[in-house]
Each structure stands twice: as C-alpha cells, then as structure tokens.
C-alpha cells in the first residue's frame, strides 16, 4: 500500500460565504458554522468535500472518477470508499473594520501554531516553528511596520513591530498566493481571548425580508438574520489522497490527488462553497500546495 499524498487548499473569499450550521445562536436566525471548542468560524469537512465533488460532477469527463476518488453516492455507499480525505475550512486571517486602514487581515497566536502544526502534519514545508509565534499582551497588537494605536472594531491597542511576522508573511505569500505589500500594511497579530471576541462579534449579521408580491410588503414573519464570513477571509483546508478502493478503477494516491487538484482548478481556480448560490456568495480563490 503506498503513502498517503497530501495537499494544502488555499481558501481567499472573494464574496461573503455562508455556510450555515443547524440552529440559531446569540440572537441570529442563521448563524454560520464554528469550532464547538473554540468557537472560531469554520467550514466543515463535509461542506467543504459536498462542494468540490460538486466541482468535480461539472468538471470531469470521466464521470466515474468522481465515484472513485469522493465515494459512491449515498444508496451504495456500502460498496467502497472514497479517495480522498477532505478536512475543516479552518480559519486564518479575519478582516477586521480598522480606522488605522480600510481593513486589517487579524490573526492570534494560537491559529499560527496550530496552523504550523497542520502544515508539518500535511509535509508542507517553509513554515515557521512554534518558536517564531508572537506572544501578544492583550493591550497591544502586533504588526509588520508602523507604530502609534491601532483601532480594530471598538478596541484601541498599542501597535508593536515583530521581526518574527517577517517569516510568516513569506509563508502566508507562498501558500495563499497573497500579496506581500499588502500583508505588511494588514497583517496584526491580537491576543488569542481579544481574537475569540472579534470572530464572535466582529462578522457581518444582515437582516433579510420577503416580499409580498400583491402587496409589496413584507410577508408575515418573513424576517431573519443571517451571518457571513466577509470577503478577504482567508482560510485552508488539508487534503489526503490514498490508492482507490474502487474495484473497477485502480488509481494511485499521486493520480487522485493531481485529479482533484489539477483537473480541478488548473482552469477556473474558484470554488463556491455555502448557501446562497443564486446571490453570488460563497465565492473562493483557490490555492493549492503539494507536499
């Protein structure tokens, strides 16, 4: 049996990203999915391995490759496996409103080093090590270049410098194609219990209505409020790919992976993910990096 092959997708929200969990929370009807232990946003793995053999069903021509490589559908399942192991959307980089910029990309220390982990787990290279992520006091945040207060949301913090953001930045440019001049102005760095607040408080809840058609008013209890990731999230999802399982289709780890990353994005490297297809959301640049 050969070595799994792992992969790293890159995820850059171009339009707000609805992927909703089962029940309403702090006053949203529709709240997006999150972390039960930390409460961060994510998108589950299986939203995320819904969406991309979606992709793949309009894709490829060999209609069987997506039988072989996601697993058959639902009343054969019984008959092998799928290819293909496809974890959490986990989160990275949030926009946050800012009067020091029109946006800053926020992080903590405690994504960095669990997203140094996943990488070293995956056999990414070119990641800094624990000992290169910043301990931020609660008071300050921690970016790239310039100096004075930093506003994020209501918060008012003293900005620091850290030599250390310098290596992350390169990684961050590398793994998720993003510009480098632009991470240097936005990139900052918060304590994680500050960050916590700011994902739970800090994401777009918008108000929604249906229409009478006769009346032009609104229906009777046609109101909700649904919450979104914003564009400029950035995101990642780990990847595996073993032999097929298939009985009729012998692929190798190296085939089912260059199938679900190649064929899929080497065209049109966008993948839509979440609810509201039909409005344009869920829309995301795709990066993808081999172990």
Request: proline share 6%; net charge negative; charged share 20%.
């Amino acid at each position: 049996m050969s070595m799994m092959k792992t992969a790293l997708l890159g995820l850059h929200a171009e339009t707000p990203v609805h992927a909703g969990a089962s029940s309403a929370a702090y006053g949203v009807d529709l709240p997006i999915q999150r972390e039960a232990p930390t409460d961060w946003p994510c998108i589950f793995g299986s939203s995320m391995k819904g969406a991309l053999r979606a992709r793949a069903e309009s894709v490829f021509t060999e209609k069987q490759m997506v039988r072989v490589i996601f697993g058959p559908d639902t009343d054969r399942a019984s008959d092998h496996a799928g290819a293909v192991s496809i974890g959490d959307a986990r989160l990275l980089l949030l926009p946050i409103r800012s009067l020091s910029s029109h946006f800053k990309w926020v992080t903590c220390p405690a994504l960095l080093k669990r997203f140094g982990h996943d990488c070293r787990r995956l056999g990414i290279t070119g990641v800094p090590q624990d000992s290169s992520v910043p301990d931020v006091p609660i008071e300050e945040v921690l970016v790239p270049e310039g100096s004075g207060p930093v506003f994020l949301e209501e918060f008012r913090l003293e900005a620091r410098t850290g030599g250390t953001l310098n290596a992350w930045i390169e990684a961050f440019t590398r793994l998720f194609g993003l510009s480098e001049t632009d991470l240097k102005r936005q990139l900052a760095v918060v304590h994680n219990d500050l960050f916590s607040i700011l994902t739970r408080f800090g994401l777009p809840v918008n108000a929604h209505i249906a229409l009478d058609n006769d009346t032009k008013t609104v229906k009777q209890g046609a109101l909700w409020y649904e919450e979104t990731l914003p564009p400029e999230t950035v995101l990642y999802v780990p990847v595996m790919a073993s032999d097929s399982r298939a009985a009729d289709v012998n692929l190798s780890a190296d085939l089912v992976l260059n199938h679900l990353t190649g064929t899929l994005f080497e065209q049109h490297p966008y993948l839509q993910v979440g609810g509201n297809e039909t409005t344009g959301m869920g829309w995301f640049r795709v990066h993808v990096t081999h172990a």
